[in-house]
């Protein structure tokens, strides 16, 4: 049988393995540039994993010499309109607030050079893995377009002076300073990447997947509040957790001198 030619590949690939999600983008002559049709495929995908119990963590990861170029200029160009533009835009949005609303930890898995809309993604995940070969930048501003939608995630994540910066040169950071500005939580060897990735991974995917959704939820929520209100929800999570089974049965394994035993959907 011959092989399926690139350009009837799909331009989103899924796997899925022992509760692990990984969603490959598969652009790799444009690198992987978030197009609205890239943009359309991750969000059914997004849509899809939220009601998926099996699937305990996603990573998200590419393919070619790219990471995620972020978005496709030539296609924002042919729009034209700015009402079309601003759709397009605001499409990226929902997705990127989906990758926060899932309840299952969301890895970047960065291989390659991440810009503008790419470094936003890298930034919205969960956690991020590099390759000691990466390179992020915000660079739209060398093209006339300060990384605005870029800006929130990444200011969410590091400083604000490294982010304001980023946004202000357009330069390029290495991985080492990614890791040091909190960009990334991990970097290593391109030969290694595949094996740290799937380490951390398998690490979160054996944790008890009500909390680790609960957390997740009430992490971003709170980040959101002011102090007092978010020591109350914290509470009020935080309790509902330690009366559910995962929080007795990982209070009692505590107290037995014992591993907690999760029940695995």
């Known amino acids: 049988m011959s092989a399926i030619p690139k350009s009837q590949e799909p331009i989103l690939l899924r796997e899925d393995r022992d509760g692990v999600a990984t969603l490959t983008l598969n652009r790799p002559e444009q690198?992987?540039?978030?197009?609205g049709a890239m943009l359309g495929e991750l969000q059914s995908a997004f849509d899809a994993l939220a009601k998926d119990a099996s699937v305990r963590v996603v990573v998200i990861a590419?393919?070619?010499?790219?990471?995620?170029?972020?978005?496709d200029l030539?296609?924002?160009?042919?729009?034209?309109?700015?009402e079309k533009i601003e759709a397009l835009f605001q499409k990226c949005g929902r997705m990127m607030v989906s990758i926060v609303s899932l309840p299952q930890p969301v890895i970047a898995k960065v291989h390659a050079t991440a810009t503008a809309a790419g470094c936003q993604l890298v930034a919205q995940c969960d956690l991020a893995v590099a390759a000691e070969s990466a390179k992020f930048a915000v660079s739209g501003v060398n093209f006339g377009l300060f990384c605005s939608t870029p800006s929130v995630a990444l200011a969410r994540n590091?400083?604000?002076?490294?982010?304001?910066?980023?946004?202000l040169t357009g330069e390029f950071i290495d991985a080492a300073t990614a890791k040091t500005y909190g960009l990334v939580n991990r970097v290593v060897s391109a030969a290694e990447l595949d094996a740290e990735v799937e380490r951390l991974a398998t690490l979160v995917a054996s944790k008890p997947q009500g909390?680790?959704?609960?957390?997740k939820r009430l992490f971003?929520?709170?980040?959101?509040m002011g102090l007092e209100g978010a020591y109350k929800l914290a509470g009020e999570v935080i309790s509902c957790n330690a009366a559910s089974d995962e929080g007795r049965e990982?209070?009692?394994a505590f107290a037995e001198k014992r591993k907690p035993v999760w029940n695995k959907k």
């Open 158 to 167: 590091v400083g604000r002076k490294q982010a304001m910066e980023m946004l």
């Open 211 to 215: 909390a680790v959704a609960a957390g």
């Open 74 to 82: 030539k296609e924002i160009g042919a729009l034209g309109t700015q």
């Open 31 to 35: 690198y992987n540039a978030l197009s």
């Open 250 to 252: 990982g209070i009692a």
């Open 220 to 224: 971003y929520r709170q980040l959101e």
């Open 62 to 71: 590419a393919r070619g010499r790219g990471f995620c170029a972020g978005h």
